[in-house]
């Protein structure tokens, strides 16, 4: 798929449903790049494996910030990462198959233990 089309579609999802900027359908086709990077094979990526992707993904690019861009781009709960998915589906940007659902991505991990429990330190 070219940049072009790519950038066109995304302006057109967020002008229909603009809870989510530009930033955020950008960097779940880098997160789905880097997790099937991690892949034996390039195939189907399940809700699940997607979403272990974008956290190990996020945390790589952002570090302790990674839940603050995350909010910041509207991100709060792996729901809204599945939103996004879907609505890059719908505008023919992504493909799923006949078991993908917006459940696969219901309570996929919480945010505060994913992005900041391994940046805790205690002072004494």
Known sequence: MGDQKL??????IVRKDPRFPPQAYLFLFEALEYTLSRLNTRRHVSGPELLEGVREYALDSFGFLARTVFYEWGITSTEHIGEIVFNLVNADLLMRNEN????DFRDGFDFEEAFDRGFECSLR
């Not at 950038?7 to 057109?12: M, N, V, W, Y």
């Not at 993908?100 to 459940?103: E, R, V, Y």
């Open 7 to 12: 950038e066109e579609g995304i302006r057109e």
């Open 100 to 103: 993908d659902s917006l459940a």
